[in-house]
């Protein structure tokens, strides 16, 4: 039987612990809590980092947390969540989060930039929700091409240099059997394609 990247075999091969280092080390937690500081400080610098560290408590912490909840008490595997159908339980979780920052942003009169940033956010998860009902498309290069991407916009297409590191976590992805190569590409594509028009648009 031909095995697909929606669950880890019974019996995994030794992994690569570069792989391992990448995926841990820019996993969309870490590229959230990036994503979310540099853009408060690019829209009122002292001032923004406050409301970036709110964004990233609700966008990435509470997430982080709520993921670590669940694997303690055996509702999914790991942080990654790797299988399929324990993300269609994981993702709405952290889109109530991510609601609940976008609105609290837009009640406390947040930048508009920030606003823009978290509701891309929000965008990019239905449509990830949307493609996982049927197939495993990868979060984590979804996330960290669409914070690349609204990085572009924010700072200049310099921020374009970093996506080398989107391809290091697509290579990471692939080399412990979490993902097939197109589930990666498929990944990459929809962050960037999703959350910079509607960043654009907002901001």
């Known amino acids: 039987m031909t095995r697909t990247a929606d669950a880890p075999p019974a019996q995994a091969p030794a992994e690569s612990r570069a792989a391992r280092l990448i ?4 996993e969309p937690k870490n590229w959230i809590i990036a994503v979310t500081l540099l853009t408060g400080w690019h829209a009122d610098r002292l001032a923004g980092i406050g409301w970036g560290l709110l964004a990233a408590l609700f966008c990435g912490v509470v997430p982080i947390l709520f993921i670590k909840w669940g694997e303690r008490r055996g509702h999914w595997g790991d942080r990654h969540v790797r299988r399929r159908q324990d993300r269609l339980l994981v993702i709405p979780g952290i889109m109530a989060s991510v609601a609940a920052c976008v609105t609290l942003m ?12 978290i509701a891309a956010m929000l965008v990019t998860l239905v449509a990830i929700l949307a493609i996982t009902t049927v197939w495993k498309v990868s979060v984590h290069t979804a ?7 609204m990085l572009a916009l924010a700072y200049g297409p310099w921020a374009l240099a970093a996506y080398p590191l989107v391809a290091l976590v697509g290579w990471s992805r692939v080399e412990l059997r ?3 190569l197109a589930q ?6 929809l962050g960037a394609a999703t959350a910079a028009p509607v960043f654009a648009l907002i901001r």
Request: aromatic content about 0%; charged content about 15%; hydrophobic content about 50%.
């Open 143 to 149: 996330v960290s091409s669409g914070a690349l991407a």
């Open 178 to 180: 979490d993902h097939t």
């Open 23 to 26: 995926t841990d080390g820019l």
């Open 184 to 189: 990666v590409l498929v990944g990459t594509a």
């Open 106 to 117: 837009a009640t406390l009169d947040a930048p508009r930039e920030m606003i823009a940033l």
